[in-house]
């Protein structure tokens, strides 16, 4: 340190070292004070902050219930379903993504299309579906190459599925998405990617008790959104299971006799208004509705002349034909206006004013009583009938059987039918009821619609003797029977019931109209009412001709009532077969086969089903 | 004659011996404690696991303590011969970089020789500092200041400072130039210069905004001054980071609990925002134990150059914590939202290989000129070459 000029640049040195400390210190401090004010201050928002990053709230798509017959056949359950959802938010390019993953799973262009216009519609966070229904190696191939894909997520959700197909798509009906509308009713459920809803059927009647409560998980996820665990869960409520009372035996010998043709069966316990059987034929499969319907097949569904998207059992309305006929006999006898022992003469066709009414017969039937002319449908003793009545008097003893009216069935849909009056007609038609129309509806034609259910109640409120039972399907919800009311007494006389059965089974098995489907099991016979329902005013041109000649659709319709056995009947039955010519021919031998299964199985008498309990969890989808 | 040589040897290991002995170890102690931090954070970002990280960046410290203590025990004299030829190469390899250069993260910026890959870059803020220093050794107090002075060592500085704006590596080069001022500013630079410069470039920030800075660099200012504007874009990094040292807390959540971390909801959490990791899951109380032995560090060097003979190795010394200190406030700052996201590693802490070197390398200078804190050398040796 000899040299002074060293000492002072040491000096100098020294000085700027401490200015230049003493800043660092400074900034040290400022630093630290950050620290303090983002870890101490502001923490509780930054720990909220965090938490929100890395908890999401997910729902739990509860199991659907399934549906049995009364026996516990399986007719709607849940197959596991292989789905890949895309979360746009997270995938930023989507259709790189998507062409990803078009290389690990069939996906067309179109499909790809379609999946952009949903995932533009719906919020970014929330999963739009990519594809379901995936075999297990392509649904191991996405999950493997997931950490690849943004955004890309699997879960397995519930696919919904009708191992009998079009056997009962009319009964259950069918599951699919929902609509923007339904999401405003429920939004948190119903948000789930491919949460699907009854559209129609018992799917639709009983969607609240089939579709369960949804379970929520607390999922943390990472900056990708993809689930690392869960942190806790609230399991939710499964759908209940629900008990039909259709015992498919029945269900399916009535679909097999209606092959081919468009018509429809139902049966009925008398005693409690159970639906056995209810068909209307043709049939669609569901499964095709669970996902999205190809527009060929909705094309095609929607152009066939046997109309198979119409539940015809319950929307189809028909003149009842001569199967009326105990209806007016039993108002006749009710108004007091005739005995069964009075007589009427038939010549074939009856003159009303200017007007002729044919009796089916040609040549006429002569002298009827009530038994005889229920037994061969004579059309000139219930003009008569009809008109000493009154169509007051039939109008009231027609709503007491259940005509012009819906039931509340487990089917939505129904149709009322029309039971015409003279104040429908003033209101309708603004005309004035005359003795024609009376006629008319004496014969079960004129403006009298019913539809296959209605024909069936009627059948089983006759058979119970005058007991108002009310139709239903299902039995019972979460193995938990319904608690039905006691149908209550329609005030019949017997005695007059007596006659109108003993023509019934004059009708099947004492040669009537129906003699060739007398049923010949002990202590089952059946007793019924054939009925010829016209479509089209006859023209002189088609009377009398072979009714294989005349257009399909031009046909008439054939209808047949009974029930079984004729004492103390048990089960009512209506075949409608439309176009399918008279009643005897195309109706009656259906309901034999079909009462003939039903005698052998007995289904009243079979034990109660009661379903299986089942678990809670089902498939994760984000809330 | 053998016995002799015996002897010369004997009196090398013991200089040599004499030299470790002398050691600063507390500082290699300190270094070493702050290096296990970073180990800990890497083996916690890895998922609790030494793979991929913490493994090698601990095999990495091992061959730079090695390194550091071989440098520390070279005669500070030979780094003072040594300090223009290693300027001079890292100037070439900087150039050389522009032409084959790989680019990595959208910045050029390695270039590879045989296995090695080196930055230039690196290497330039070693030998920026040996090269001023010995450069300012020669000059006065009272000379620093003339222009016969200030401008080369002025272009000592901005000759790579430049070329690594090019490359372009903004953070590399603000170190560059704020150190190599540092130390001209340490020789005894004027107030009177000092004073208007500083006013000038505050009055050219506007000017540079509009003509130097390149796009993403003006995006990171934008998005540093309000980073919520796009929380899931460019704000992300500052607002994510934020959120995971605020929910640290007082003593964090715990090592190995970052869920911010753990979950990726911090990018670069290895490298650039491991300090944010630290607040994370040790809370306040474990970044101040950080800054602790930072300042620690700090401490020891700055006494080191206050107990230095010759005016390179004091200024070597301070060369060395400058730089050191720049990248904690720059890391620190960055990680805690109060400038904008630059490239820039927490020394000693960070995940990378040749910033731990680099980092190792000055530090063995600084133990260098500890070791030799008595060695005078002539103020003329500086005029030679």
């Known amino acids: 340190m000899s040299d002074g000029r060293e000492s002072v640049r040491y000096r100098a040195f020294s000085r700027r070292t401490a200015i230049l400390s003493s800043g660092t210190l400074g900034l040290f401090t400022l630093l630290t004070g950050r620290m303090f004010q983002l870890s101490v201050l502001q923490r509780e928002q930054f720990a909220m902050l965090a938490e929100d990053n890395r908890v999401n709230l997910q729902l739990i798509a509860p199991h659907r219930g399934r549906v049995y017959d009364r026996m516990g056949t399986e007719l709607a359950n849940t197959t596991p379903n292989n789905r890949v959802l895309l979360v746009p938010e997270q995938a930023k390019d989507l259709r790189a993504v998507l062409g990803q993953l078009s290389q690990l799973i069939p996906l067309s262009p179109q499909r790809i299309e379609r999946i952009l216009r949903d995932a533009l519609r719906s919020k970014a966070f929330n999963p ?261 009545a009154g169509i007051d008097a039939i109008a009231a003893m027609s709503h007491k059987f259940g005509l012009g009216q819906t039931y509340g069935l487990e089917i939505p849909g129904e149709k009322a039918g029309l039971m015409p009056d003279p104040a429908w007609k003033k209101r309708a038609r603004n005309d004035v009821w005359r003795d024609g129309d009376t006629f008319n509806v004496g014969i079960g034609q004129g403006a009298v619609l019913t539809t296959p259910l209605q024909l069936c109640v009627m059948a089983a409120r006759l058979a119970n003797g005058g007991k108002a039972i009310i139709p239903h399907v299902i039995r019972s919800f979460g193995g938990v029977d319904r608690q039905l009311a006691v149908p209550t007494d329609m005030g019949l006389n017997p005695e007059h019931v007596a006659v109108v059965h003993s023509g019934m089974d004059a009708v099947t098995n004492q040669g009537g109209t129906g003699a060739r489907s007398h049923i010949d099991i002990d202590g089952f016979d059946m007793a019924g009412k054939t009925g010829t329902a016209q479509v089209r005013k006859l023209t002189a041109g088609l009377r009398g001709r072979n009714s294989d000649s005349i257009p399909w659709k031009f046909r008439d319709h054939g209808l047949f009532i009974a029930f079984a056995p004729v004492v103390a009947p048990r089960y009512a039955i209506s075949v409608v077969v439309e176009h399918g010519g008279g009643g005897s021919k195309a109706a009656a031998p259906i309901a034999k086969e079909v009462m003939t299964v039903v005698a052998q199985r007995d289904p009243a008498r079979q034990k109660l089903f009661v379903p299986p309990m089942r678990t809670a969890s089902g498939p994760v989808g984000k809330a | 004659m053998p016995l002799n040589d015996t002897y010369g040897s004997t009196g090398r290991e013991r200089r040599l011996m004499g030299k470790l002995r002398a050691l600063n170890w507390t500082l290699v102690a300190l270094i070493t404690a702050v290096c296990c931090i970073g180990f800990a954070l890497l083996y916690s970002v890895a998922g609790m696991s030494f793979e991929p990280w913490a493994d090698r960046q601990m095999v990495r410290f091992g061959v730079g303590l090695v390194l550091m203590i071989g440098i520390a025990l070279i005669d500070v004299r030979w780094w003072f011969q040594l300090a223009y030829p290693i300027y001079g190469l890292s100037l070439l390899l900087l150039v050389a970089v522009e032409f084959v250069g790989r680019t990595g993260k959208g910045a050029e910026r390695w270039i590879d020789i045989g296995p090695l890959q080196l930055q230039p870059s690196e290497l330039m803020k070693i030998a920026l500092i040996l090269a001023l220093s010995r450069f300012l050794h020669g000059v006065l107090v009272d000379d620093v200041s003339r222009p016969t002075r200030l401008i080369p060592a002025l272009l000592l500085i901005g000759l790579p400072a430049g070329l690594v704006l090019l490359q372009p590596n903004l953070g590399t080069a603000m170190i560059l130039i704020v150190g190599g001022c540092g130390l001209i500013f340490l020789a005894g630079l004027s107030w009177k210069i000092i004073l208007p410069v500083v006013a000038l470039i505050a009055a050219a920030v506007p000017v540079g905004w509009e003509f130097v800075l390149k796009d993403y660099q003006k995006q990171r200012v934008y998005t540093f001054l309000d980073p919520e504007s796009d929380p899931l874009g460019a704000g992300y990094n500052i607002t994510q980071s934020k959120i995971a040292l605020g929910s640290g807390g007082l003593f964090g959540k715990g090592f190995g609990e970052g869920t911010q971390s753990r979950l990726n909801f911090l990018p670069e959490k290895q490298t650039d925002f491991i300090f944010t990791v630290l607040g994370e899951e040790f809370g306040l109380f474990g970044l101040l134990i950080l800054m602790g032995l930072y300042t620690a560090i700090l401490w020891n060097g700055v006494a080191i150059a206050l107990d230095t003979r010759s005016q390179f190795g004091r200024l070597v010394a301070m060369g060395v914590c400058l730089n050191f200190l720049l990248y904690i406030l720059i890391n620190t700052s960055m990680s805690m939202g109060l400038i904008p996201v630059v490239g820039i590693p927490l020394p000693l802490v960070s995940y990378g290989g040749t910033a731990l070197l680099t980092v190792l390398f000055g530090f063995g200078l600084l133990l260098s000129v500890q070791v030799h804190r008595a060695v005078d050398i002539p103020r003329s040796a500086a005029a030679l070459i």
């Not at chain 1, 519930?158 to 009964?171: A, D, I, M, N, T």
């Not at chain 1, 969607?207 to 929520?216: E, M, V, W």
């Not at chain 1, 679909?255 to 008398?270: C, F, I």
């Not at chain 1, 009827?368 to 061969?376: E, F, Q, V």
Request: with cysteine.
């Open chain 1, 128 to 388: 739009v579906l990519v594809a379901e229904g995936l075999r297990w190696e392509e649904f191991a191939r996405v999950n493997i190459n997931a950490p690849d894909l943004p955004g890309v997520e699997t879960d397995q959700g519930e696919l919904r599925s009708y191992p009998f197909g079009s056997w009962l798509s009319h009964v259950l009906g069918y599951v699919a998405g929902v609509t923007d509308k339904d999401i405003e009713k429920e939004p948190e459920l119903l948000s789930l990617p491919g949460f699907r809803i009854g559209r129609s059927g018992v799917e639709k009647a009983a969607d609240d008790a089939l579709r369960g409560k949804a379970g929520a998980a607390r999922v943390e996820v990472n900056a990708h959104g993809r689930v690392i665990r869960e942190l806790g869960k609230r399991e939710g409520t499964p759908g209940q299971d629900v008990v039909l009372s259709l015992d498919m035996e029945v269900q399916k010998i009535a679909q097999e006799k209606l092959a081919g043709q468009s018509g429809s069966v139902v049966v009925m316990d008398v005693n409690t208004g159970e639906i056995i059987s209810i068909v209307s034929a043709p049939g669609f499969d569901p499964n095709a509705f669970t996902g999205t319907v190809s527009s060929a097949i909705w094309k095609q569904l929607n152009e066939d002349e046997l109309k198979p998207l119409l539940n015809k059992a319950i929307t189809g309305m028909y003149p009842p034909g001569s199967t009326y006929k105990p209806v007016i006999a039993l108002a006749a006898l009710a108004s007091g206006a005739m005995t069964p022992r009075d007589r009427v003469h038939c010549t074939g066709s009856r003159v009303l004013g200017n007007h002729v009414f044919h009796c089916w017969k040609r040549g006429g039937h002569g002298s009827m009583d009530m038994h005889l002319a229920i037994k061969n449908s004579c059309d000139s003793y219930f003009y008569e009938c009809a008109r000493r």
